[in-house]
């Protein structure tokens, strides 16, 4: 992929910031999110100019955690406001991290975290099939108490393994994105709509209010990146590539799939929900919405540069014409 003068929208996943095999805690947040900085800067200094998105799936879940044990002491805090919340904070540790790594490169740049909402439509089927993992996996007997004591609904992501669903409605537009697409043509190094922004609906009288939800954000990297223009999506995960058969003994790692290939693949039930497949889907409506030089780059963290000059990772393109 050659370096022009738009920028690359890179998302990365909420594990990306706190490593699956750990607590979580902030300094180990701050941990994660120096060694992902570098990976960043890395592009930087490289020359691409970047527009970066993040999950919040871990964090979010586990600030919804602590609302709910401290219930009987102070008031409780709705969805979009714990989204809200760890936005403004990821946004904030993500921020810190590039700068100092910047400025250890002796580059004259600054990253600045924009709170972004998102829009997403109040009659959104997904408001009544909760879908979307959040938080951190649970056993059996644990999963069993949390929907007991708290009311939530688990799903088992993996055998004996449980994890926090809530609504999941698809992003239909981005409040700020008059801003963003100024200050990212202006070269500005951004951080926007963590956690896949925070979900807003629009009133009868054409206000915005919160709505109790998660955006899958993917989704939201794609439409991001079709409204700034941008002809790359570098979506950053815990996978080397997209694979066929995943975790089968007939998996098969991909290098390569066309628009066709993805959607066929998606019908075919290949890619899981909540983690491979949101990521195909965002591709595809990127692509399908984009120029014909547009590309999505599906690979490693911490393997983005390698994958970038084609050594490794999953490229997405558009169909052949005819």
Not at 1 to 25: C, F, H, Q
Not at 37 to 61: F, K
Not at 95 to 120: D, F, K, M, P, W
Not at 258 to 273: D, I, L, N, P, T
Request: net charge negative.
């Amino acid at each position: 992929m050659t370096r022009d003068a738009k920028p690359i929208v890179i998302a990365l996943g909420g594990n990306a910031i706190s490593p699956p095999d750990a607590e979580g805690n902030i300094p180990q947040q701050f941990e994660s999110s120096r060694r992902t900085a570098a990976r960043l800067v890395d592009l930087v200094e490289a020359g691409y100019r970047l527009v970066i998105t993040h999950g919040n799936g871990p964090q979010v879940g586990n600030v919804l955690r602590r609302v709910e044990l401290a219930a009987h002491e102070i008031y409780p805090l709705p969805l979009e406001t714990c989204v809200a919340d760890t936005q403004g904070g990821m946004g904030y540790m993500i921020a810190q991290c590039l700068n100092n790594e910047l400025r250890r490169r002796g580059i004259a740049r600054t990253a600045s975290a924009i709170v972004t909402c998102v829009e997403v439509d109040a009659n959104d089927p997904a408001f009544t099939r909760p879908s979307k993992p959040i938080g951190r996996t649970h056993s059996f007997e644990r999963a069993a108490e949390y929907r007991t004591t708290f009311g939530w609904e688990l799903s088992e992501v993996a055998p004996g393994e449980f994890r926090r669903v809530v609504p999941s409605p698809r992003p239909v537009a981005i409040v700020e994105i008059d801003l963003i697409r100024r200050l990212a043509d202006s070269g500005e190094l951004l951080i926007v709509a963590g956690g896949g922004g925070i979900p807003v609906a629009r009133l009868a009288d054409g206000d915005l209010v919160g709505v109790e939800a998660v955006i899958d954000k993917d989704l939201t990297s794609g439409l991001l990146a079709r409204e700034i223009g941008s002809e790359l999506l570098l979506i950053a995960t815990g996978v080397e590539r997209v694979a066929l058969e995943f975790g089968k003994p007939t998996q098969r790692w991909l290098a390569r799939l066309s628009v066709a290939e993805a959607k066929r693949h998606m019908s075919a039930g290949q890619f899981a929900a909540g983690s491979m497949l949101p990521k195909i889907e965002a591709a595809v409506e990127f692509l399908e919405g984009s120029a014909e030089s547009a590309r999505v780059l599906i690979c490693e963290l911490n393997r983005m540069t390698e994958a970038l000059a084609g050594a490794m990772g999953t490229w997405i393109v558009p169909d052949e014409p005819g």
